[in-house]
């Protein structure tokens, strides 16, 4: 794991290349005893700060940070969600920036998982949010866990960024389009062997006999767990916001919302109404389920706040309008969450998912992952307006990419979601086997496609159809079009490119130059100092053999 800025910390001296700032607790306890990936995170951001402080900038401390993640976002959906955004406002788009390609300070991610080339969502989050990296399907544990074999004990688990914030007094929040449950929000606040452990009727029953408990029973019981495990009494997190009621129901009509897609929405097996017992546990809260319900969430509102939109994920924005309830959209759930924990004097951390990004990439449909990035985009700035780049880091970046190309010779301004027309020529180019083709295209998936619904997974009931078809008649442009796939696959896959990472505010000096996934861990971590924060509220220790 070799750093260009620790072979530059060997030619300074030593003073200038320790660092002022010790981002892990004094007794040891929210580091993953050994773990080489947070030492290396730790050495990387420290020897930025050395070389930092040679060149006369010293990285300020933040008070407040936003994580955003676009979930599949690779550097080619931003740049054809760019050029999407751009045409839409009459401009021809690749001169067009989306608002955090504006960030002063843009670096890159490897996001790679410790057993994958090619990474999942749970592996690169937990990356991301507690400094280690680890395998596929694990959430907010080493790489010692093994898939799908319970860890009861929990010595396996990190501590995320959430957890850390807090036990050291900030308030945190979730929103996400996908549900509360998935990898990536589930990766800020939970700890499982696998990440489809979404119920307790996920999980097998040799991991609920050995005391295993499934994500959604975890977020309910967040603050118990932190009481028990480090001594300290937290709240928990004052926003969640997302999809997901069916991880939190029971698996009987009965309990049905008035949305319910399914003819039984809730999924668990024991019983247990965890939205019921969310507000046993916190009477002075707020649980909604519609927009009637977030719109009656002010910022003066009583805190915690949680809300559940949907059964499984929320909606795309372009198929929003078609839910029976109503479901705010991120830009409405990223400025009802800023103004909830902008309350609290000490900060907060708040982590943002464009979760769909990713399900639309899956199901071989560019135009909802653009069309969802630029939602994102337009999140990031309703967030840059409605705090203060003095005291709130910024981070914008995406777990892992995807293999849609952007290829071809398309002229200056050709529709992004059309058929390629090369420069001087007004007719549709031609391949080598006499037909049209698209800017936009994927390496594998289920193929080309004219769906007839709003919701682009409905592919997946469709038959396979990779390869080349004649699209001349074809609206490509259209919310309905899949584009063309080469390999035949059931679901478009990840990639194991680089993803970008944008930065804005303090500590975003460290966003440049190339690095490993779990170094944004510690980039916000010595931005906040949350590890020495919340080592500060420790109870002393009184076994010294723990």
């Not at 008070?63 to 751009?86: E, H, P, Q, Y």
């Not at 399900?359 to 449909?365: D, I, K, L, R, S």
């Not at 592919?459 to 396979?464: E, G």
């Not at 309905?480 to 679901?491: G, I, K, N, R």
Request: glycine share 10%; hydrophobic share 35%; aromatic share 8%.
């Amino acid at each position: 794991m070799y750093r260009y800025f620790g072979a530059l910390c060997v030619s300074l001296s030593i003073v200038a290349c320790q660092s002022e700032y010790t981002p892990v607790s004094s007794d040891g306890r929210f580091i993953p005893s050994g773990n080489a990936w947070y030492s290396e995170g730790e050495r990387s951001i420290r020897d930025q700060q050395a070389y930092l402080a040679q060149t006369g900038v010293r990285p300020s401390q933040a008070k407040n940070v936003i994580l955003f993640v676009g979930d599949g976002m690779s550097l080619g959906t931003i740049a054809a969600a760019r050029i999407l955004d751009g045409q839409r406002q009459g401009m021809t788009g690749e001169e067009h920036q989306l608002s955090f390609e504006q960030f002063p300070f843009t670096g890159l991610s490897k996001t790679y998982n410790v057993d994958a080339q090619t990474p999942d969502s749970s592996g690169t989050m937990t990356a991301m949010t507690t400094g280690v990296k680890t395998d596929m399907g694990i959430v907010a544990q080493t790489e010692a866990a093994v898939r799908g074999v319970c860890d009861a004990a929990g010595k396996a688990d990190v501590p995320t960024l959430l957890e850390l914030a807090e036990i050291a007094g900030l308030s945190s929040g979730i929103v996400t389009t996908a549900r509360l449950t998935h990898a990536t929000p589930a990766a800020t606040y939970a700890h499982a062997p696998d990440r489809n452990w979404e119920d307790i009727s996920d999980l097998p029953e040799e991991a609920v006999a050995a005391g295993c408990r499934d994500i959604a029973a975890q977020f309910v019981g967040f603050a118990d767990n932190i009481s028990k495990k480090y001594g300290v009494s937290v709240d928990g997190p004052e926003v969640a916001f997302g999809g997901g009621r069916r991880h939190f129901l029971p698996a009987d009509s009965q309990f049905n919302s008035p949305d319910a897609q399914s003819s039984i929405e809730g999924d668990r097996t024991d019983g247990r109404h965890l939205i019921d017992e969310w507000k046993l546990a916190y009477p002075s809260g707020t649980y909604v389920m519609d927009t009637a319900g977030f719109a009656s969430v002010s910022a003066k509102s009583g805190t915690p706040v949680l809300g559940l939109f949907s059964e499984s994920h929320m909606r795309y924005e372009s198929d929003r309008p078609n839910d029976p309830s109503g479901e705010p959209d991120l830009i409405a759930m990223t400025e009802k969450a800023i103004q909830l924990l902008s309350r609290n004097e000490k900060g907060f951390f708040l982590m943002i998912e464009a979760g769909r990004i990713d399900h639309a990439h899956h199901a071989g449909n560019a135009y909802n992952a653009l069309n969802e990035t630029v939602m994102l985009s337009e999140a990031v700035r309703r967030a840059q307006e409605l705090t203060n780049p003095q005291d709130t880091l910024i981070i914008v970046t995406s777990d892992h990419g995807h293999v849609m190309t952007f290829a071809g010779y398309p002229k200056r301004g050709n529709p992004i979601l059309g058929k390629v027309i090369s420069p001087g020529e007004e007719t549709l180019a031609e391949a080598a086997d006499g037909l049209p083709y698209t800017t936009l295209s994927y390496a594998n998936g289920m193929g080309m496609s004219e769906t007839d619904s709003d919701d682009p997974d409905n592919r997946y009931n469709l038959a396979l159809n990779t390869g080349r078809h004649d699209i001349s008649e074809m609206d490509t442009e259209s919310p309905h079009y899949h584009q063309e796939a080469l390999v035949p696959l059931y679901s478009e896959t990840h990639s194991g490119e680089d993803v970008a990472i944008y930065g804005n505010g303090p500590g975003s000096e460290f966003v440049t130059g190339v690095h490993e996934q779990n170094d944004i861990f510690h980039i916000i971590n010595a931005s906040l100092r949350l590890t020495e924060k919340a080592s500060a509220r420790l109870p002393p220790r009184t076994d010294i053999s723990q």
